[in-house]
């Protein structure tokens, strides 16, 4: 499967609209196809996953690497983990994978910067594969996922699943306590400070925040 983005994003993350809702709102009701479907979805996925980053990627954006088995990025692309400036924890194991992935050290900036990654920075840390200008990454990304699929399923699906089995614990314990860290981050004075700013059309200022926060 390759997935990509259209237009000039490739994912836009989480809707902070929604995320004020679910907050402000005690009788919000989620969708039905939510985030935790989807990284569920990403985590059993059994066949060879390629990504081509054809834009700006926030959150998910760049957490998704984390469990594609190939990344293709354009040269023009860039990508952000705004937990912090939004006052929330990581998502979607990547306090697990991202280590893992391309060090401690570059995934503690990726997590607790909220900074733009470009691509050459996306490519030196290992976050993606190869860069691709734009013209070409998806005709790149396919060229590569037409020769796996000339291979027999079974061998495939045999190959990830012997690479991807040992991170599964991993996966599953780093969700958990993420998801308690958002649940109990959300709605937090820094949390309401970040959606506040963002609906007035401001940068957020952190320093006026209760001890501890």
Known sequence: MVLTGEGRAFSAGTDLTEMAERTMNPDFVPGEHGFIGLIDALTDFPKPLLVAVNGLGLGIGLTILGYADLAFM????????????????????????????????????????????????????????????PET?????????????????????????????????????????????????????????????FAEGRAPDFTGLPPGW
Do not use: D, Y
Request: hydrophobic content about 50%; some cysteine; glycine content about 4%.
């Open 137 to 197: 990454l998806l005709s790149t990304a396919m060229e590569h996922a037409l020769l796996l699929a000339a291979k027999p399923v079974s061998s495939l699906v045999a190959v990830k699943a012997a690479m991807t089995a040992p991170l599964r614990e991993g996966i599953a314990a780093a969700r958990q306590r993420e998801n308690q860290s958002f649940a109990e981050l959300m709605g937090g004075p820094a949390n309401l400070e970040a959606l506040t700013a």
């Open 74 to 133: 354009s040269t023009e692309a860039r990508l952000k983990c705004p937990f912090t400036s939004l006052g929330v924890a990581p998502e979607a194991a990547s306090s697990f994978l991202l280590p893992r992935l391309i060090g401690q050290q570059n995934a503690a900036w990726v997590l607790l910067s909220s900074e733009w990654i470009n691509a050459q920075e996306a490519h030196a840390m290992g976050l993606v594969w190869k860069l691709c200008s």
